[in-house]
C-alpha cells in the first residue's frame, strides 16, 4: 500500500460518512477519492445544476444557499468539517436545490459518482428506495424553508394550493382540480400565517380568477396561479 493510498484511508477515517466501512470498502473509496482545495467565495456546487461527485469537507466552512427566481437568497446551513454535499443529485439523478459556497479556504475530498455508487444498496432494493424517499423529503424541506424566509403570504398559499394539486390531472386549459374542501386551517399551518390571513388570501384569489370554489367544496386550481410563487 503506497503512502498516498496511507493518507487518504487516514483522512477517510476522520468523516463521520466513512466510519462504518470494513477495511476493503475503505481502500477502494481511498483510492477513488481526490482532494481538491476551494477559494473563499468560490461554488463547490450550483443550485439548479448536476454534479457527478458527492464532496467531503475536511476543513473550512462552507454556506448552503438557495435563490429564488428573483435572485433573492436564504441561507439553509453552513457546512463544517465532516460535513458533505452532492448525495441527494447522485440518488436520485436531480440537480442540486442549493448552492454551496467556500465561506473560507476549505479542503475537501471528492469522490466520484461510479465509487459513490459501490457505497449504496442495491438500486431495486427497498433500503434504496427510501434513500430516495428522504431525498425527496428533504427537497420538499428546501422548497418549504425557501418559501417561508422568501415569499409573502400570497406566494406561500399559492405554492401550498399547487401542492394540493399536484396530484391532479389538468383539463385542456391548464386547470386543474383539488378534491375535496380545502381547510384553511391546514393551509395556514403549511404556511406559517393566521387562518384569518389564509381566509382573505384565498377569498381574494378567487374574486381575481385564480381558483374557483365548485358547490362540493373542490376547488378548481387556474394555471396562472403559479405566477405568484
Request: hydrophobic share 45%.
Amino acid at each position: 500500500m503506497t503512502a498516498t493510498m496511507v493518507s487518504r484511508l487516514d483522512l477517510l477515517r476522520r468523516v463521520p460518512l466513512f466510519s462504518m466501512l470494513t477495511t476493503s470498502q475503505a481502500v477502494l473509496v481511498a483510492d477513488a477519492v481526490v482532494k481538491r482545495r476551494y477559494r473563499k467565495g468560490e461554488t463547490i456546487v450550483e443550485q439548479g445544476k448536476k454534479s457527478c461527485a458527492l464532496t467531503i469537507l475536511l476543513n473550512g466552512r462552507a454556506r448552503v444557499v438557495s435563490r429564488d427566481a428573483r435572485g433573492r437568497e436564504v441561507i439553509l446551513a453552513t457546512m463544517r468539517s465532516g460535513d458533505y454535499v452532492g448525495e441527494m443529485s447522485l440518488i436520485d439523478q436531480a440537480p442540486h436545490s442549493a448552492s454551496v459556497v467556500a465561506e473560507m479556504q476549505s479542503d475537501t475530498l471528492v469522490l466520484d459518482e461510479m465509487a459513490f455508487a459501490r457505497c449504496l444498496p442495491d438500486s431495486d432494493s427497498v433500503a434504496y428506495a427510501v434513500l430516495k424517499g428522504l431525498v425527496h423529503r428533504l427537497r420538499q424541506a428546501d422548497r418549504k424553508i425557501e418559501s417561508l424566509a422568501l415569499m409573502d403570504v400570497y406566494g406561500r398559499v399559492a405554492g401550498a394550493l399547487l401542492d394540493f394539486a399536484v396530484d391532479a390531472t389538468p383539463g385542456a386549459d391548464g386547470t386543474a382540480m383539488i378534491r375535496g374542501r380545502v381547510s384553511r386551517q391546514d393551509v395556514a399551518k403549511m404556511v406559517g400565517a393566521s387562518r384569518e390571513m389564509v381566509s382573505r388570501v384565498m377569498k381574494d384569489l378567487e374574486e381575481r380568477g385564480f381558483i374557483e370554489t365548485q358547490d362540493d367544496g373542490s376547488l378548481l386550481v387556474r394555471p396562472h396561479l403559479d405566477s405568484l410563487v
